[in-house]
């Protein structure tokens, strides 16, 4: 799912404005006053939803953060654009020179803003892609019907090796463009290519990624677990040893490239 922020006056204009240029399912996620997050619900209810027979709803809640909800849109939808977010960790549009973490793009207004060109942005940028985005790819991949298992792998920033260590506050990855994509597109056809196989798929994060959070995914859609177990940690031991992905490493203490040690 490719996500992008707008920010300044006008941003909810600027994302229904953008979202009809987009070629796929689009959610709009919009920043509130902190008064509109309570449920509207009893007392003791932590969200409420409300469904109509044709597949409309509505829901409010209190268990949500941006990171979490992006996590839950992005096995569903193809992009998501935020509206508000000023400090989000996504690639940012910025109206009336408004402030954000990461504008990759600016307007004056609203409307004098290009959306053809805003529609290109987005897809410029790395996707959110989740262990459930891929899982549920697997799931539609036309192949699954002869699939008995799906294996996965999650690897995930580590705080510490031992007690003595440093904490590891966060990792930072860089990658050759085009290069990483197309070798891990090649490790996972030859994989595709052994008997029970039916599907690989990998994705590894760029850019920061902090103390707990997940870096590298692996899923193997397979017709037996034994060929999905195997595969999926072959997938991982490939990817680390032959992909040309780059970790800068940030402790309390220092930072350095992990590959200059």
Request: with cysteine; aromatic share 6%.
């Amino acid at each position: 799912m490719h996500v992008l922020g707008i920010v300044g006056a006008g941003s909810t204009t600027l994302c229904d404005r953008l979202a009809a240029q987009l070629d796929g399912r689009v959610a709009t996620v919009e920043s509130l006053p902190e008064s509109a997050t309570e449920p509207e619900s009893t007392d003791g209810v932590a969200a409420a939803y409300g469904l109509s027979p044709d597949g409309n709803w509505v829901g409010t809640g209190d268990d949500r953060d941006l990171d979490g909800l992006l996590d839950d849109l992005s096995a569903e939808y193809d992009y998501a654009l935020l509206s508000g977010f000023p400090d989000a960790r996504v690639p940012t549009v910025a109206l009336a020179g408004a402030d954000a973490a990461n504008v990759v793009a600016e307007a004056e207004t609203a409307d004098s803003a290009d959306v053809a060109s805003l529609a290109a942005e987005v897809d410029a940028h790395e996707p959110h892609v989740t262990l459930e985005t891929l899982v549920e790819r697997a799931k539609a991949d036309p192949l699954e019907v002869y699939a008995g298992a799906i294996a996965t792998f999650t690897g995930r920033v580590r705080a510490k090796e031992s007690e003595s260590d440093d904490p590891t506050l966060s990792l930072e990855f860089e990658k050759y463009d085009g290069v990483a994509e197309s070798k891990m597109a090649a490790i996972a056809e030859e994989l595709e290519a052994r008997d029970g196989v039916l599907r690989v798929l990998m994705h590894h994060r760029v850019g920061v990624v902090e103390d707990g959070e997940d870096i590298v995914f692996v899923v193997v859609l397979a017709g037996h677990r034994r060929e999905a177990f195997r595969t999926v940690e072959d997938g991982i031991d490939r990817l680390k040893d032959e992909v040309p992905i780059f970790k800068k490493e940030m402790t309390t203490d220092e930072e350095f490239w992990v590959h200059d040690r």
